[in-house]
C-alpha cells in the first residue's frame, strides 16, 4: 500500500510564480538600497560642520577680496570693502542656514 502512487501528482511551479519571486527580489534589494544611510555618526556631523566653516570663511574672505579690489581700482577705500564684506557674510549666513534646514541624507538644493 505505500508503495502506490497518489492519484494526484505534485503541481509543477508555474512561470508566472517563479518571476513574481524575481520581481519581488529585485523590489526589496531596490529598498535596502534606497533605505540604507548615506553618512552616520561622525563622518556626517564633521562634514557638516566642514562645510559650515567654509561657507563662513569663504563668504567673508571672499567679500574681502573682491572689495579690496574694487577699492583699489575705484578710489573708493574703505566702502567697496565695506560693502562687499557685508554681502559676503549674508551670503555665507544664508548658505549656513540652507544647509541647516537640508534633513540627513538628502541632497542640498543646487543654486
Known sequence: MSEDKSARE?????ARIDALEARLKAAREREEERNRPKATGADANYRSGN???ADLLGGILGGLVIGWV??????TSPWGLLIMLFLGIIVAFRNIIRTANVRPGDT???G
Not at 10 to 14: L, Y
Open 10 to 14: 505534485p503541481i509543477a511551479e508555474d
Open 51 to 53: 562645510r559650515v566653516l
Open 70 to 75: 574694487i577699492d583699489y581700482f575705484a578710489g
Open 108 to 110: 542640498p538644493p543646487e
